[in-house]
Nanobody
């Protein structure tokens, strides 16, 4: 199971930290990912991280502003979102697996809403 949290309302230029706690069979996977979906748009890749090696990847729209990290001891992945923009407004989903394509994902968390006001 994947449990996402940390969303909320923030002003443009602000920061938020999302968390995704993993349990059960998700721990056997090689990594986890974040995606987001804005109203009327397809689910888009944000960032991904591997559990046991230093390997991350980011979507072009968040490079330099977002940082993905993990705490293996807590089985938790984080998304540190900085310099937030109104266009970052979306429901953010964590996903099992080190993927940059939503159609590869088979196990999703429930999503957490992020709203950035201008």
């Amino acid at each position: 199971q994947l449990q996402a949290s940390g969303g909320g309302l923030v002003q443009a230029g602000g920061s938020l930290r999302l968390s995704c706690a993993a349990s059960g069979g998700t721990l056997t996977n090689d990594g986890m990912s974040w995606f987001r979906q804005a109203p009327g748009k397809q689910r888009a890749f944000v960032a991904a991280i591997r559990w046991n090696v230093e390997n991350t990847m980011y979507g072009d729209s968040v490079k330099g502003r977002f940082i993905i990290s993990r705490d293996n001891g807590k089985n938790t992945m984080y998304l540190h979102m900085n310099v937030l923009k109104p266009e970052d407004t979306a429901v953010y989903y964590c996903a099992q697996g080190f993927y940059d394509r939503a159609d590869y994902v088979q196990n999703w968390g429930q999503g957490t809403q992020v709203t950035v006001s201008s």
